[in-house]
């Protein structure tokens, strides 16, 4: 009936009525049935590698599936186990470790996952009957994805150890370079320090040797003029002589002494030049044969030849031949010495060697692998008393030179020393320069020449800080000159714009200005630059000669010197310029004489030709003047009277009086050869005052009348 309720015996309604009648309802019949737990049936993973293959089942052990990460694609398969309610199972799954989501399936009861990151996850599946709600119940499977051994824990240590290890070595790298640099900076400036304690150290030894040279000059110069003096009996020249020679012997401990602190702090620079080592070899082995006071001693020079050209540092090879010759003289009471320069072939190599052979006591075994140490001195009976440096500096300077030296030594039958240059060595890192050298010959020369001044004698300026040496100079010349004396630069450069003397002899190291500066003043104004410049020196290298010829100087003397000496520079320097003034002034009457006129032009300074220029033309543009006297020309060059008559004195020879009538003689020679005027008319034309004074001026200059000239040219 209508509005009936059909219920079991439990009470649920299973039973619909409709129009009064109970039926079947099937739904509540569904809700009632009990859902089947869900298995997971199989897994089957597939190779990463090979997606086509058709894959390999794997065992599930205690809830758990262990995969390589080479097969982390995989299938799992899962099922009620009521077969019965299949038909209307729907699931639902999620895997923790990729997210929390739960996903219906509806009826698929297969899941693929690819490619998984290794790792651990957590496979749920659950399952409700169709129009059934979800049920929290489940079931779970752990997989384990087992990750490439470069990423397994141990893989992982590993890295992180070689990361640390890593970061530990930038770090300590990084702390080594933060301590070299340091330690470099440090170095750098300890070297700086070093270079510039160095520097003052080669300073001081500089200034010692200077200051100690200084008394030596006063002690070797009137020691030789005394010797000089043909009136000393026997007896006094011979205990003169052996003072000398203790002076001498003084002064070469100093000079070695300073050569050898030269090597020692690297100071000392190689400077070659192509010159002929014959001639050197022969000059030092002459000097010593000339010396050589032992009768029983022989010297003797052997050259191979003659023309033994090659590059080599002049005075580095005299040092070392100096050395091992007078070691040859001290050690040969009686026998021969013997010098020999030679040439040979070791290897294909050519060498050119020097040798110093004697027949003295000879060295020790002992001894001989010592020698050229520095301060090492033999205990043999025949030990001479030394320093211990001669030898250990001819080592050292032998090295600088890229020589070698070797011994020979057999006791009591004498030594053998060689010295081994490599012939064609053109010393690429060394300085190659074309040294002015002042010829001995010069030393010899002790003729006196007179060039007048105005006071009759020829002016001489001595510049010299030290007392005694100035006095003593100037005491030695006094009687031939008239000596002007300065004791700094500054003082000397004031007397030598007042009075321009004819030479200026001056020392290089003094205080306020320096001998240097002061040649370079001399030699820049055009009131002085004519005037020859000797400097006295005690550091004799080349590169302080170099610094004085580059100044403008004309000759270096070395500390200490002799009065003769410096008397036969002078001299010699005089004598020169007085040859060039004659060549200069004279009229050529062909051109080999005209072309040898400007050759000695051009060996004069610039500003004395530019002097001489200037003069000339103020004369030849004033010609026709009578009266052209030393004001006149002195106005025009805006120079004192006695400025210029000193200024053309010393470059002409000539007063000023004498070069204008030699200018004014030579255009008169040229109006007299164009043919062009009468005598008078170049008698005016010249300013003589009448045709007469003119013939006689010219019969002076040529030695013969115009008249006589003109016949003998139409001859």
């Known amino acids: 009936m209508d509005g009936a309720v059909c219920k079991d015996d439990n009470g649920n309604l299973f039973f619909g009525s409709q129009n009064g009648a109970c039926y079947f309802n099937p739904e509540h019949i569904i809700e009632n049935v009990q859902i ?26 205690n809830n758990k599936v262990e995969l390589s990460h080479q097969n982390s694609t995989f299938t799992i398969s899962f099922s009620v186990m ?99 640099e340091s330690r470099l900076n440090l170095e750098h400036h300890q070297h700086e320090n070093d270079q510039k304690l160095n520097n003052e150290r080669l300073r001081f030894y500089t200034n010692i040797t200077h200051e100690l040279r200084t008394p030596l000059t006063l002690i ?31 002064l070469n401990l100093i000079n070695q002494i300073l050569e050898f602190r030269k090597t020692e702090t690297e100071n000392r620079k190689l400077k070659v030049g192509y010159h002929n080592l014959a001639l050197l070899v022969q000059e030092i082995g002459i000097k010593y044969k000339e010396l050589n006071q032992n009768a029983e001693v022989n010297i003797h020079i052997q050259v ?35 010098l020999t320069l030679a040439s040979n072939e070791e290897n294909g190599v050519k060498y050119t060697t020097i040798s ?41 300077l032998a090295d600088l030179h890229q020589a070698t030296i070797e011994v020979e030594s057999e006791v009591e039958k004498g030594s053998k020393f060689t010295l081994k240059l490599i012939t064609e060595n053109t010393y690429p890192n060394a300085e190659h320069q074309v040294v002015k050298e002042v010829h001995k010959s010069e030393e010899n020369n002790e003729q006196t020449i007179s060039i007048e001044t105005e006071d009759g004698k020829p002016i001489i300026l001595i510049v010299e800080d030290n007392r005694d040496i100035r006095e003593y100079v100037r005491s030695s010349f006094e009687e031939m000159y008239e000596v002007l004396t300065a004791a700094d630069g500054k003082e000397g450069w004031d007397i030598a714009q007042n009075q321009i003397p004819n030479i200026i002899i001056s020392d290089i190291m003094m205080p306020v200005m320096d001998g240097i500066e002061l040649c370079r003043h001399i030699k820049e104004d055009m009131r002085t630059s004519h005037i020859p410049v000797i400097l006295l020196t005690a550091k004799d290298t080349l590169q302080d000669k170099e610094e004085g010829y580059a100044a403008g100087a004309d000759s270096f003397i070395t500390k200490p010197f002799s009065a003769r000496l410096l008397n036969s520079r002078i001299n010699n320097i005089l004598e020169n310029r007085r040859k060039t ?69 010393g470059l002409t020879e000539m007063t000023v009086n004498e070069y204008v009538r030699k200018i004014k003689m030579k255009k008169g020679m040229e109006l007299i050869n164009e043919g062009k005027y009468s005598l008078a008319e170049i008698s005016d034309l010249t300013g003589f005052s009448s045709v007469a004074y003119f013939r006689q001026c010219f019969k002076d200059e040529y030695g013969m009348a115009p008249t006589e000239y003109l016949k003998r040219k139409q001859n």
Request: proline share 4%.
């Open 581 to 649: 003034a004659g060549v200069i002034t004279s009229i050529p009457e062909t051109e080999s004489e005209q072309e040898n006129i400007e050759n000695e032009r051009k060996n004069l300074n610039k500003l004395d030709q530019e002097f001489l220029d200037k003069v000339t033309a103020i004369i030849e543009e004033n010609l026709c003047m009578e009266k052209m006297d030393v004001a006149f020309i002195a106005d025009k060059m805006c120079m004192s009277h006695s400025t210029l008559y000193r200024k053309i004195k």
């Open 220 to 250: 070797l110069g009137p020691l030789e003029d005394l010797l000089a003096d043909k009136t000393l009996s026997p007896r006094q020249a011979n205990k003169i002589s052996i003072i000398r020679d203790s002076a001498n012997r003084l």
């Open 82 to 180: 009521d077969f019965s309610q299949t038909p209307q199972v729907e699931y639902a799954y999620t895997m923790e470790g990729l997210g929390k989501t739960w996903f219906e399936t509806g009826d698929e009861n297969r899941i693929t996952f690819r490619n998984l990151e290794p790792g651990e996850y957590t496979f749920k599946v659950k399952a409700k009957m169709r129009n059934q709600p979800w049920g929290n119940k489940f079931t779970s499977l752990q997989i384990i994805i087992a990750p490439p051994i470069w990423l397994t824990w141990y893989a992982k240590l590993l890295y992180a150890i070689l990361i640390i290890l890593i970061l530990f070595g930038i770090l300590r790298f990084y702390k080594r370079k933060l301590a070299l």
């Open 304 to 338: 191979d030849t003659q023309d033994t050209k090659l590059y080599y540092d002049h005075e580095i090879i005299t040092i070392i031949i100096d050395n091992l010759m007078s070691n040859a003289v001290k050690y040969t009471p009686k026998g021969d010495i013997t």
């Open 356 to 396: 110093v052979e004697d027949t003295g006591h000879g060295i020790s075994k002992e001894s001989l692998n010592h020698i050229f140490e520095r301060y090492y001195q033999g205990k043999g009976k025949y030990q001479a008393s030394g320093s211990g440096i001669g030898l250990a500096l001819v080592k050292s």
């Open 36 to 61: 089947a737990p869900v298995k997971i049936t199989n897994i089957k993973s597939y190779d990463n590698s090979n997606p086509s293959s058709k894959g390999t089942i794997v065992p599930i052990t």
